[in-house]
């Protein structure tokens, strides 16, 4: 990523009639007599409110008591307040309103666990569940405002707890299903949790994980919390503390089938989200009952084209926000979601394709990191099983590199189907820029910005440039920007508006081409300065992946004395290769050749793994910590945290 990034390709996909025709972004933009994407965007960005308000129209979100004004910017605009006056709750559209439609005996989610077992449940059914759990929760005296953790595998009952938790008016806290104690604590004690719906244990490549035991060890350094609801998930034979825990079948399943939805204001906290930081505690984003599901199901009706009888599977926890995504915008669009409990390649590299066409799926949302290990395995995988359902891939987390892009394209797609590419964060409550149907793609592109978003590309200097590398800006409020870090303002102002006046900088480097396409290229932090020329991870990666012995890469900056920094890049074997000096120096040339002599690798080391999150992303600034000998910060967002101890031995 030099200076002047070079936007090389061509277009590879362009809509055709049909996936124009049934987009229901077209349907919106007819709505509004809005004639092309273009204008949708000056439109959705000028005026604000009129886009929210129609958003909400388009979505049939109801209210108990209407809102008064759309939008209130008197506290400023990195505080803005939605749907004033307006009460609601989230849930009541996810469910309460179907009850008596065609949409209640539609089916809501299917389950598939890793040991097999299926289960299909209908908007009706998953409404009674809800209420169920809802009294559960009652019977123990939570209620509005009572924050509750949910540390659970990918099983029915959390899709269930997730709903109740908000139709009680609590305060929902994800947490990622692979977290470990410290992870657990610091959570809930921040959000000062009264409760926590956990699982005895989790199936993992055929074998029963614990997770009840992590939960109590949580649980004796939380002074709030005071009840436990346990789901019999594994068969573990765990202590249960009287007084204390429950499991959920005795406590949830005898609650009557009717419960009141608590009404709530519709900026009362539905939800916080923990995202780790480099340094410091983990930063709580808050978001509304009127936020964070209006952005998700505006991003899935736009961009992923979600319709009833259509069923999304995003591979997620749902301790990352695509999990509650995944739930509330599929639910909020009447369509169906799906979603698995186990490893997507078990007991075979086959278990992901085969689940796409036993269920078939319509839209599968997969990460860049995934694909890079599936390919190695072979394409008979793939071949083997109809994948004639899918409309759209989509994918997030981390960047592309156009090899395996184009191989989930050309091979698996048939160049047929487009990769909805998206991009956000859970800050946002979803995407910045995104692919849709109507739109042309190019390889690990994204169509443009999100309707309703105001996205810019922004130089040092803060002006605005195309076909160039810059920061990523959002210029305009949105409905589901966070309102602010749990108990911590200070750092949210820090974090996003103390660039740039009324500014929100992301913290990603990204490019828009004359095209009109976009591009996302790694954190901004992540960025190595050689010799005066920027140069984006990226970039380097995409070189030295297109080598068949290398299956991913992670790149660095490290410093050096008469540059400034030198590239270090870490790279991962695929199976059936070899470590040595002469691939070390194939990768070498193969980077100067492709980017000059000055940006030549200072070193090349190769590693079993990189270090990830559950969301795929590549923690590039642990790499470059652990490479350095200092302080990687917060690993607790890891799934493989012993991959940052490789690191530090493989200098």
């Not at 068969?235 to 009287?242: K, T």
């Not at 991003?299 to 995003?314: K, N, Q, R, S, V």
Request: proline share 6%; hydrophobic share 45%; net charge negative.
């Amino acid at each position: 990523m030099s200076e002047q990034f070079e936007f090389g390709g061509e277009i590879v996909w362009r809509p055709t009639p049909d996936y124009i025709e049934r987009a229901n972004l077209t349907r919106f933009m007819r709505l509004h007599g809005i004639d092309g994407f273009d204008e949708l965007m000056r439109r959705s960005t000028e005026d604000v409110a009129w886009f929210s308000e129609a958003v909400l129209q388009f979505l049939d979100i109801q209210f108990y008591e209407p809102y008064s004004r759309v939008v209130d910017f008197s506290q400023g605009i990195p505080w803005p307040k939605w749907c004033v006056d307006g009460k609601m709750n989230i849930v009541h559209n996810c469910l309460d309103k179907y009850v008596g439609t065609p949409t209640e005996a539609q089916t809501a989610f299917i389950w598939e666990g890793e040991e097999g077992a299926t289960r299909s449940v209908t908007y009706g059914e998953l409404h009674r569940q809800v209420n169920r759990a809802a009294n559960a929760l009652r019977s123990l005296g939570l209620g509005k405002g009572d924050a509750i953790g949910i540390y659970m595998p990918m099983i029915p009952e959390i899709v269930v707890a997730l709903l109740a938790v908000a139709k009680i008016g609590g305060v929902i806290l994800p947490l990622f299903s692979g977290y470990g104690v410290s992870a657990v604590v610091t959570r809930l004690k921040d959000a000062d949790a009264k409760a926590l719906l956990t699982a005895d244990g989790i199936f993992r490549r055929g074998k029963a994980v614990t997770m009840k035991t992590v939960a109590d060890l949580a649980a004796a350094q939380v002074p709030t919390l005071r009840h436990m609801i346990v789901v019999n998930r594994a068969g573990l034979d765990v202590a249960m503390q009287p007084g204390r825990d429950h499991w959920w079948h005795a406590l949830v399943d005898p609650q009557p089938a009717a419960a009141k939805t608590e009404v709530t204001e519709a900026e009362d906290i539905l939800m916080v989200i923990y995202t780790s930081g480099t340094t410091g505690r983990p930063k709580g984003a808050v978001h509304t009952h009127a936020g964070f599901p209006v952005k998700g199901a505006q991003d899935m009706a736009f961009g992923t084209d979600l319709h009833p009888g259509e069923i999304l599977y995003w591979m997620t926890d749902m301790g990352w926000m695509m999990g509650p995504w995944l739930v509330f915008g599929a639910l909020l669009l009447g369509g169906t979601f799906f979603i698995y409990d186990g490893a997507p390649d078990y007991p075979g590299p086959d278990r992901l394709w085969a689940m796409v066409a036993r269920h078939r799926i319509t839209t599968l949302g997969i990460s860049p990191t995934l694909v890079r290990a599936l390919i190695p395995k072979g394409d008979e995988h793939w071949q083997k099983h109809d994948l004639s359902s899918l409309r759209f891939f989509a994918s997030t987390g981390e960047p592309w590199n156009p090899g395996p892009w184009m191989w989930l394209f050309e091979k698996v797609g048939g160049g047929k189907r487009p990769i909805i590419n998206y991009s956000g964060g859970t800050e946002i409550s979803g995407g910045i820029v995104m692919g849709n149907p109507i739109l042309p793609l190019k390889a690990c592109a994204f169509s443009g910005p999100c309707p309703g978003i105001a996205a810019d590309v922004f130089d040092e200097d803060g002006n605005s440039v195309t076909d160039e590398v810059g920061e990523l800006v959002i210029k305009a409020p949105w409905i589901g920007m966070t309102r602010g870090f749990w108990k911590d303002p200070q750092r949210y102002i820090e974090t996003y508006w103390s660039r740039w006046p009324d500014v929100w900088v992301h913290g990603d480097f990204a490019a828009r081409d004359s095209d009109g396409l976009w591009y996302i290229l790694g954190r901004s932090d992540d960025t190595i300065k050689v010799a005066g020329k920027r140069l984006g991870p990226a970039e380097a990666e995409s070189v030295v992946v297109a080598h068949p012995a290398i299956m991913e890469a992670a790149a660095i900056g490290v410093p050096h004395e008469i540059k400034g920094s030198a590239l270090v890049l870490f790279c991962v074997l695929a199976p059936g290769h070899q470590a040595g000096d002469e691939l070390r120096a194939e990768l070498r040339r193969m980077v100067v050749e492709a980017m000059g002599k000055a940006l030549a690798p200072k070193e090349i080391l190769f590693v079993s793994d990189l270090p990830k999150t559950r969301n795929a992303k590549v923690m590039r600034r642990m790499v470059r910590a652990a490479y350095l000998g200092q302080d990687p910060g917060d690993t607790s967002s890891l799934v493989n945290p012993e991959a940052v101890d490789e690191i530090k031995k493989a200098k």
